[in-house]
Antibody
């Protein structure tokens, strides 16, 4: 079936980087875009950025510009999100989500908990 | 950025009764060239990712029960659950996809009275 499976939980120290993967299966990978959304404890969902799985074009939220990088590996049907210069406020569940042809996020990964703590 | 504000923050409704959640955007989400409102509704249950219910403000996602409906245009939108079921207990979010950064409301927690 159509699904996105993310990598496991991470614990990082302040200043470090984290890379979260999102493996797609069950559909034509290059026909859809993938978004990254995070949810800090008790906070609203926050959009971080997007990648076209077809041509690799990206768009990032200005809030994360310079700290976030999203890439894709078409042979592995996997999208990666890397966030650098981590601080405690980056502690959150990070989700990948597929954008369908109606521009909504129709399939979500299970989420990856990233904890930033010294 | 477009700010999305939901009301109320929490809501308790009896089983079988109607639940109404409102969402207001700081800018119009109506795109004049196609007359579509770039507004979606999601629900999220504890420990799960969000699930899309409604898009284009009023189009129900495939498989979503018809007790869920969306309405509104421009800056004011409403999600209605016509007859609350126990499985509808969740946090509901509105989201605008008119312009990046895509933004979400703060969420409305729906409980059973």
């Amino acid at each position: 079936q159509v699904q996105l499976v993310q990598s496991g939980a991470e614990v990082k120290k302040p200043g470090a980087s984290v890379r979260v993967s999102c493996k797609a299966s069950g559909y034509s990978f290059t026909n859809y875009g993938i978004h990254w959304v995070r949810q800090a404890p008790g906070q609203r969902l926050e959009w971080m950025g997007w990648i076209s799985a077809g041509n690799g074009n990206t768009k990032y939220s200005e809030k994360f510009q310079g700290r976030v990088t999203i890439i894709r590996d078409t042979s592995a049907t996997t999208v990666y999100m890397e966030l650098s210069s981590l601080r405690s406020e980056d502690t959150a569940v990070y989700y990948c989500a597929r954008e369908d042809y109606e521009n909504v996020f129709d399939i979500w990964g299970q989420g990856t908990m990233v904890t930033v703590s010294s | 950025d477009i700010v999305m504000t939901q009301s109320p923050d929490s809501l308790a409704v009896s089983l079988g009764e109607r639940a109404t959640i409102n969402c207001k955007s700081s800018q119009s989400l109506l795109y004049s060239s196609n007359s579509k409102n770039y507004l979606a509704w999601y629900l999220q249950k504890p420990g799960q990712p969000p699930k899309v219910l409604i898009y284009w403000a009023s189009t129900r996602e495939s498989g979503v029960p018809d007790r869920f409906s969306g309405s509104g245009s421009g800056t004011d939108f409403t999600l209605t659950i016509s007859s609350l079921q126990a499985e509808d207990v969740a946090v509901y979010y509105c989201q605008q996809y008119y312009r990046t950064p895509y933004t979400f409301g703060q969420g409305t927690k729906l409980e059973i009275k």
